[in-house]
């Protein structure tokens, strides 16, 4: 328990810039890299082979977060649940986790690696792929959906060593696969690329990679770490309702970014056709990845939120909350200036074609406008899912993605002859209103934590 013990004391003591600094900056570097698989994917297809690859990458890239979304329900919620058992030296619980964790892997994973073999090419026209594009994507996510156990046993089990406070051993498990990817990768598409199975090898190398991540974490649970480990394989149901609780805000945003992207890519093709979802592919690439450090950022600031709470220090997690919010802002920045500045040198990593990129930019730099802020937004909602507060974290996430978003997706095309920037538009139109929600329910929260902690005294 002394390594725990140190965990636990530093949540409960260090600056927020040296929280930043010792939790966070770990995780964004992990999650970095590991944003490298799919953009990298894109990269290696899109150059190698040609842009109609990279655009079946990229239709494929929303229908992969099922998995994501299974990982992060299992994960989130159960990395919740550790960081207030540790804040309450909650053993019992502690012990409970990763078993739980594994038994529902167990059975989410076997689902969506059935159902998305045999459903492949349905799931596919939802986003309007047709053509080559379809026929593509359709051998990508094939491969992608058999690897949806270690997949999602992998990322979930490393969402627990974050929820304990262990970032940089998360970081180098997490790092290592992706490094591994982006190596397999070039290999293994050029030696299947003479028999036109180019986009099978940038697959084959994601799943492997993904497999020999599942395995290592594995062996951490089973032999190595000396706080959470595996003491059997059963559900629990004392955790089931808490996990799911705050894991289920965490997955409605991987699930409805599936939709958001479905739909954005449904709509171009209907406005722009193919070169509008090659084109909005690229920009959606490079905003999935640039939002990977602020989730980097969110890691780390989870198991200090959670901690904090739990040990009732409610001024502290006022003080921490403040901290990562200007760290996240700061962040930021790294990604939103070179694509406002440079869009085209950005754009060209993905696509050969200058006229292509030329046709583009603009609305490129439209979609990203309000990147800015979105590290603001994915503090609070990571806050309400360290406290508990799952149905704060849910409003955030479902009219960001969702209720507002689709309808001013639909609805901006056909307003004033914008026709394709329609599309553009309506992300970062999107985020600037959600943004003022936010803004009121972190102010609400804080208002809520002031009064919790006079009610101590």
Excluded: C
Excluded at 149 to 165: C, K, P, W, Y
Excluded at 382 to 394: C, D, E, P, V
Aim: aromatic share 10%; hydrophobic share 50%; charged share 15%.
């Amino acid at each position: 328990m002394s390594k725990q013990t140190d965990t636990r004391t530093m949540l409960l003591t260090a600056s927020p810039l040296q929280l930043i600094i010792s939790l966070s900056l770990p995780a964004i570097i992990g999650m970095v890299v590991v944003g490298l698989y799919n953009l990298m994917d894109r990269v290696f297809v899109g150059q190698l082979i040609n842009e109609v690859a990279m655009g079946a990458v990229s239709v494929s890239y929303p229908f992969t977060l099922i998995n994501t979304g299974v990982s992060t329900l299992i994960g989130v919620g159960s990395a919740s649940v550790l960081s207030r058992a540790v804040g309450k030296k909650d053993q019992d619980t502690v012990d409970k986790i990763m078993g739980n964790l594994i038994a529902m892997n167990l059975l989410l994973g076997i689902i969506i690696t059935a159902v998305g073999m045999i459903f492949t090419r349905q799931i596919l026209t939802l986003s309007g792929a047709e053509g080559e594009i379809l026929n593509n994507a359709e051998r990508y996510l094939r491969i992608i959906f058999a690897g949806s156990l270690f997949v999602n046993f992998a990322q979930s089990s490393n969402m627990i060593m974050r929820g304990e406070g262990l970032l940089r051993q998360a970081m180098v498990f997490s790092a290592g696969s992706a490094v591994l990817n982006i190596i397999l990768d070039p290999i293994l598409i050029s030696l299947l690329n003479p028999y036109g199975r180019g986009i099978d090898g940038a697959a084959y190398a994601t799943i492997f990679s993904q497999f020999v991540y599942a395995a290592v974490m594995l062996w951490h649970f089973m032999a190595k770490s000396k706080n959470v480990r595996i003491h059997g394989i059963r559900f629990e149901k004392s955790l089931a309702s808490e996990i799911f609780g705050v894991g289920f805000s965490a997955m409605l945003m991987q699930v409805m970014t599936l939709v958001q992207q479905t739909v954005l890519y449904k709509v171009a093709s209907i406005h722009g056709g193919d070169s509008w979802q090659i084109l909005l592919g690229a920009a959606l690439s490079t905003q999935s990845f640039a939002f990977i450090p602020l989730w980097g950022m969110s890691q780390g600031f989870q198991p200090a939120a959670g901690t904090n709470y739990g040990a009732k220090e409610y001024d502290r997690v006022k003080t921490v909350t403040k901290g990562f919010i200007v760290g996240a802002t700061v962040l930021s920045l790294i990604f939103y200036l070179p694509v406002e500045l440079a869009p085209k040198m950005v754009l060209s990593w993905f696509i050969t074609d200058p006229a292509l990129v030329t046709q583009g930019y603009t609305d490129f730099r439209i979609l990203f406008s309000t990147y800015i802020i979105l590290g603001f937004l994915i503090t609070a909602i990571t806050l309400f899912q360290s406290l508990g507060k799952a149905s704060k974290a849910s409003v955030i996430v479902v009219f960001r993605q969702i209720a507002l978003f689709i309808p001013m997706a639909i609805l901006l095309p056909k307003i004033g002859g914008l026709g394709i920037r329609g599309v553009f538009l309506a992300p970062a139109l999107t985020d600037g209103i959600i943004f003022i929600v936010a803004v009121l329910l972190v102010v609400s929260e804080f208002r809520n934590l002031t009064k919790l902690k006079k009610e101590m005294r």
